[in-house]
Structure formats: C-alpha cells, structure tokens
C-alpha cells in the first residue's frame, strides 16, 4: 500500500519557505488522490473503545504520502503529528464512510494539506472558489437543535453535543466535501448516529442555514467566552 519514494535526500524547511508551483499542486493533488481510492479500498480503520480511529497500515500510507508531499513544497507533518489529532480523527471518519468514501478522503487530506480553500478540488478540476467557505470558519450554534460545532478548515467539531451517546464536545461531527461559492456540501452525524449529507448556505452575515436528512435549520455564529464556556447567539427562528 505504500508507496515508493523516487526522490531521495529532499531537505524541506517547512512549505511556507518553498516556492510551488501549478505543477506541484497538479502532482499533489494526484498523490492524494491515490492514498484517497487506497484507503477507501482497504478501509484501514478499527472502532477499538467506540472510536474510529486509523490503523498502523493507514498510518504507515499516510507517512508516506506527506513524505512525497513535501517534495512538492507541501509539510502538514504538524498537523497529523499526534496519533488522536483531529485530523487523523478526521480522515478515519471519511474512511469509515459507506458513500462518496474517495471524495470524502480526498477533501479531509484537502484540507489539511492545502488549506481550507481547497476543498473537493481535485486534478483537473481547476481553481476552487474560497468565498463561502473562509466566511463559514469559526463557531456556530443552533439553539433549537441543541447543538454546536466550530468548523476548522473542512472539519466540523462538536462544541456542543444533543446526543451524548453518539458524540462528545470535540469530536469530529461535519465533513465538508463540496466546496462552491455560495454552498457547501458535506455529510453530518445526526442524533441517530447516521452521517447525513448536508448542504450549507448562507442567511446572512452570521448565519448558516442547513438542509439534511429531511431536516433544515439554521447555525448563528458566536464567540466562545475565554475560559472555553459557550455564549449562546439569538435563539433560531421559527
């Protein structure tokens, strides 16, 4: 599953000091493609204690891509660095995904890798747009579903949870997956533990409004106080 490294003795000093060009975003974006359909085809995941996390032989493929990666001017090493990181909580949550697994893969490394603009771009698809995305960044809360999560690049946490059960404050509960100018698509756990796909738009300024599972509702930004609590935002409309 690994794959092999054609270029030796590559001295990266971290990507913001690399110079990279259309190519090297065309060849990352194809490497990533191919871990993406690798760990969709072998799944490489366990839900040892009720979590989904990444097995040694996705982690061992996921080394492996970030070491090409870097080749190209790409380091997200830091970000994948801890074994419960969030993003590695991420990519085991895309794995574990039944539907759209490969879109869902390609947008968690994505997004991590290149930035939250990056998105579901994948080879050839051209320059994704950032506009809805960079505005959706930050925390959200819906006072009538109980609920609240901060969206990190294309990942969604939980800050705020109406089904302990199904998952806590800090556990990855929204995959962005589909990146355009006024919309977002993605998937969502729900109360009953299913993962939902999801469309986000805007409402205005600092509100998001969200369709799925035959569901709509809207999320009112807030800020969190500095001791981490929640300062709830104007209850949703009826």
Known sequence: MIRMLCVLGLAVAGHAALARSDDDFARARAEIEVSAAAFCRTRPISAASGKVRLTDEANAELSSLLKVLEGYGFDASDTYE?????????????????????????????????????GSAKSGAGSPTDALIDQAQGYWHSARCRYGFVIE????????????????????????????EDVLGGRQIFTDGTWYTVQISRQGPNVL??????????MYRYRPDPDGSQKVAPPCAK
């Not at 109406?162 to 997956?177: E, F, K, S």
């Not at 409004?209 to 809207?218: I, P, Q, V, Y």
């Open 153 to 180: 690049g294309a990942i969604g946490r939980a800050t705020l949870s109406n089904a302990p059960r199904v998952y806590a404050p800090g556990d990855t509960m929204l995959l962005i997956d589909d990146i355009r």
């Open 82 to 118: 801890q074994d419960d990181s969030p993003a590695r909580s991420a990519l085991a949550l895309a794995i574990a995904q039944q539907a759209g697994c490969e879109d869902a893969v390609f947008a968690s490394l994505a997004a991590n890798i290149f930035g939250p603009q990056a």
């Open 209 to 218: 409004h969200l369709e799925g599972g035959g569901f709509k509702w809207d």
